[in-house]
């Protein structure tokens, strides 16, 4: 089970999309774990084949717990060798005797996840071992696989659609999605439908609950779990981390205009958003003061090598995740237009991916659209930076002398006094406001 | 497109973007981006599937007649 993100310590598996036998490789998605967020698609670390499943669907089990064993490089059973393993992960070879390597295939154990205990982190065959039983006593221990208590997607691949409301309600109550008839979107079951559903259905084993009870308790129980992992997050953000504030007006009317002028030859569905170049602005000036940019750990700063811009996303309902865009400083505006638009939508529908909301370097949050006209945000451990932007407002500015009515917005910066002072972060709305000047440049 | 046609693509629209949408709580005149907490993502969907569906041609000038249901029914009906 990956730590999807500083606040998770547990994680539900919804949904496996290997089965035994299958090979899969590096960044191919996996499993849907649900996390007190939202369902997260799981990308896989690792080539190989999927050996065996340790965790049945509907099962909670804590960060670190081992889900599958995936077996690696074994010439026989891979078809393709040349594209897997070997070349992706020399580096990070453990160190490691022929004959522990050979135990480790013939057990199915990922030599990559065992610790070693030998002399310079040797790999040992008790490690090996040790972790054998480990994997082992984790699907030993459970009785045989029931029936999974939560609804499940047909082993087909063809996976029901839902809406994330309709997919809890019906996963509380012990509903098979796939027997419900979808009336939204594309023929996607909606809460409407489920409680239609459950009104004339009583679902096995339970005592059929009142439909107004699954109406009301649903939704509180995932609300009141993200507003409890939030809440342990920002809690643990103002207990460790010694905030510092910065503010400043940046004027955006050459970025408007500018924008104005690139939309008129757009259509619809290219169209930017002022927010797209702030992004853009927000990535690159990280960029530039890489002390803003990176994870707080045990051994101080590590700067991070590229600029995963996290992005706060509200979630209808309450609640907020901030998943990545990644490599944000290198892509167009379009591109990160294209991308916003991609990861809002998947963030709303629950489905985003391990990779987006554990790897963030740095987040920005913006609360323009709901109309403030500045927000000092609190930093994402183990985040150094947080940067807030407002609503861009028309207000008098004096250029060169000249009063005019320019749009503006407020950008701020909540920095780690542990990673950096207030003159580093005052470089970084120094750098933001200037490259918002030349929007064409960005 | 008639008026009535107009009002009934504009809340389907809607609908599609904002799946819980609740148009008893929504007054002809009230600030749609308030209502449904729409941001400027949702909004730029409203309008790129508004013009796909209308198939009619949408400018920034127009969004702010498409902030309420009768000013949004009004534009869609004059266009399409």
Excluded at chain 1, 203 to 224: I, T
Excluded at chain 1, 256 to 263: H, I, S, Y
Aim: glycine share 10%; charged share 20%.
């Amino acid at each position: 089970m990956p730590a999807l993100g500083a606040d998770m310590t547990e994680g539900t598996l919804l949904e496996w999309l290997v089965h035994p036998g299958d090979r899969v490789a590096r960044g191919d998605i996996v499993a849907v774990v649900d996390t007190a967020k939202a369902a997260i698609e799981v990308e896989c670390f690792q080539a190989g084949t999927v050996e065996r499943l340790l965790v049945d669907p509907g099962t909670t089990v804590p960060v670190g717990a081992a889900l599958a064993v995936i077996t690696t490089g074994a010439p026989e059973r891979a078809p393709a060798p040349a594209q897997g393993t070997a070349p992706s992960v020399p580096a990070a070879e453990p160190v490691v005797t022929p004959l522990v390597r050979h135990l480790a295939e013939e057990r199915g154990v990922d030599l990559a996840t065992v610790h070693g205990s030998g002399p310079g982190g040797r790999i040992t065959r008790s490690d090996v071992m040790a972790e054998v039983s480990t994997g082992a006593s984790a699907a030993g221990g459970r009785p045989a696989p029931a029936p999974a208590p939560v609804a499940r997607a047909p082993r087909t691949g063809a996976r029901v659609r839902a809406t994330p409301l309709a997919r809890r309600v019906a996963a509380e109550s012990g509903l098979d999605l796939a027997t419900v008839t979808g009336t939204g979107t594309g023929g996607a079951v909606r809460v409407s439908d489920v409680r239609a559903a459950l009104s004339g259905t009583v679902p096995p084993g339970r005592p059929a609950p009142a439909p107004g009870a699954v109406v009301a308790r649903a939704p509180v129980g995932r609300q009141e779990a993200m507003r409890r992992a939030v809440g342990d997050l920002m809690a643990r953000s103002k207990r460790e981390i010694p905030h510092y504030y910065l503010s400043t007006t940046v004027d955006l009317g050459a970025a408007v205009g500018w924008l104005r002028e690139l939309n008129r030859q757009l259509p619809v569905s290219e169209r930017l958003v002022p927010a797209a170049l702030l992004l853009k602005a927000a990535a690159l000036a990280a960029r530039e003061v890489p002390q803003l940019n990176g994870s707080w750990t045990d051994r101080g700063f590590v700067p991070a090598e590229a600029v995963h811009l996290g992005v706060a996303v509200s979630l209808r309902g309450g609640g907020l995740v901030a998943p990545a865009l990644h490599d944000a400083a290198d892509l167009t505006p379009a591109e990160l237009m294209a991308r916003l638009r991609d990861l809002v939508a998947r963030a709303r529908a629950g489905r985003l991916r391990g990779s987006e909301t554990s790897d963030p370097t740095i987040t920005v949050t913006s609360l323009g659209d709901q109309g403030v006209e500045a927000v000092f945000g609190v930093i994402y451990p183990p985040q150094v930076a947080l940067v807030g932007l407002g609503k861009v407002v028309e207000r008098p500015w004096a250029v060169k002398g000249m009063l005019g009515v320019h749009p503006v917005v407020t950008a701020t910066l909540s920095a780690d006094h542990r990673a950096s002072d207030g003159a580093t972060g005052a470089r970084y709305l120094a750098a933001l406001d200037r490259l918002l000047q030349k929007p064409e440049e960005l | 497109m008639n008026r009535d046609q107009a009002l009934a693509l504009l809340q389907e629209v809607l609908t599609g973007i904002v799946p819980d949408a609740d148009f008893g709580r929504i007054g002809p005149d009230t600030d749609l981006r308030d209502a449904l907490e729409l941001d400027s993502i949702d909004f730029l969907t409203l309008v790129e599937r508004l013009s796909e569906r209308a198939g009619c041609r949408i400018d920034e000038d127009d969004y702010p007649r498409l902030t309420t249901l009768a000013a949004g029914a009004d534009l869609l009906a004059e266009r399409a």
